[in-house]
C-alpha cells in the first residue's frame, strides 16, 4: 500500500456524527505525526486535525471540541470521530503524514462528508 485509504464518509443531517479512518503504509504511520485534511468545494485542503507519533494531538480552533482524532498503531490506522456536525464541516476528507502534505503523488482518494442543514 502507498497511498492512505480513507474510509467512512457520508451524508450525515447537522448534529449527527462520524467517524473516519484512514489505513496507512506502516513504514510511514509509526514513525511520523498524521494528520486530518479537508477540502471544501472551491476552497484549498487545509489541515484540521493532527496527531504525534508520541500521541499529543492538536486541533484547527473550527473544530475543536468537536473532532477528536486517534491512532491505533498496532493497526497503522488514523481515526477522526467527528461529533456536532455542521454544515461547514461539508468537504472530502484526507489524511497524510504532515512530512507528506507537500507531495502531490502521497495523497489518497479521500473520503467524502456531506453535512445537510
Known amino acids: 500500500q502507498v497511498h492512505p485509504v480513507e474510509s467512512g464518509g457520508g451524508l450525515v443531517q447537522a448534529g449527527g456524527s462520524l467517524r473516519l479512518s484512514c489505513a496507512v503504509s506502516?513504514?510511514?504511520?509509526?514513525?511520523?505525526?498524521m494528520g486530518w485534511y479537508r477540502q471544501a468545494p472551491g476552497k484549498q485542503r487545509l489541515l484540521v486535525a493532527w496527531?504525534?507519533?508520541?500521541?499529543?494531538?492538536n486541533y484547527v480552533e473550527s473544530v475543536k471540541g468537536r473532532f477528536a482524532i486517534t491512532r491505533d498503531n498496532a493497526k497503522n490506522t488514523l481515526y477522526l470521530q467527528m461529533n456536532s456536525l455542521k454544515p461547514d464541516d461539508t468537504a472530502v476528507y484526507y489524511c497524510?503524514?504532515?512530512?507528506?502534505?507537500?507531495?502531490?503523488?502521497?495523497w489518497g482518494p479521500g473520503t467524502r462528508v456531506t453535512v445537510s442543514s
Open positions: 497524510n503524514a504532515l512530512f507528506l502534505a507537500a507531495a502531490p503523488g502521497s
Open positions: 506502516g513504514n510511514i504511520f509509526r514513525a511520523n505525526d
Open positions: 496527531i504525534r507519533r508520541g500521541g499529543s494531538t
